[in-house]
């Protein structure tokens, strides 16, 4: 599968960004349901973070820039929507950093190991968990719901834990070097 471009997950990996293109226009203009709108498309970019990597293990697609693809493709949608939300005030803009120091810290860490072990590596699922859970705390404080406030807050501090585990777990794969071929790395994750 290493040559292969266009697959399925590689498509919904690059759909991803382009839904969250929609997603930010909705966000900054004003218009009836634009809100709703944003929601909507955003529980579909979501959905097809889930989707990708089921894709790539079921249809044996799993590529080299699948492993690229997927997880930039997060970074991206979810700094998209945090840039949104710290401009107009709906989250706070140490958390947008947060997320965005991380992200940089990880991307960094993957082109070293690229470039030392010649191989790229997938996301893992403590990555994957706490990505999700970025999106849930940025999807709630989209939908603006008192009685979920908190439970937005819950999954504002929940998702700062994650992303320090998920941070602990790249930089063990970065300083002590264990880069061998596990579960993980058998399929998108």
């Known amino acids: 599968m290493q040559g292969r471009i266009w697959t399925v997950s590689n498509l919904l990996s690059v759909s991803r960004v382009l839904l969250v293109v929609v997603a930010v226009y909705y966000l900054t203009t004003d218009g009836p349901n634009h809100r709703i709108g944003a929601l909507v498309i955003l529980s579909v970019a979501i959905l097809t973070d889930f989707l990708d990597g089921y894709f790539a293990r079921r249809l044996h697609q799993v590529s080299e820039l699948g492993k690229i693809l997927d997880p930039l493709a997060d970074k991206i949608a979810v700094a998209a929507v945090a840039l949104v939300l710290i401009l107009t005030d709906v989250i ?4 947008f950093l947060a997320v965005v120091v991380r992200d940089v810290l990880i ?6 190991i690229q470039k030392k072990k010649q191989i790229v590596l997938q996301s893992n ?3 994957k968990i706490a990505v999700s859970v970025i999106a849930l705390y940025l999807w709630l404080s989209i939908l603006r719901m008192e009685y979920l406030e908190s439970f937005r807050t819950f999954t504002l501090w929940a998702s700062v834990v994650l992303m320090a585990l998920s941070l602990v777990v790249y930089s063990r794969r970065l300083f002590i070097g264990r880069v061998v071929p596990s579960q993980e790395e058998h399929g998108t994750v």
């Open 107 to 112: 991307v960094a860490g993957g082109l070293v």
């Open 92 to 95: 706070p803009f140490w958390y």
């Open 125 to 127: 699922w403590m990555g």
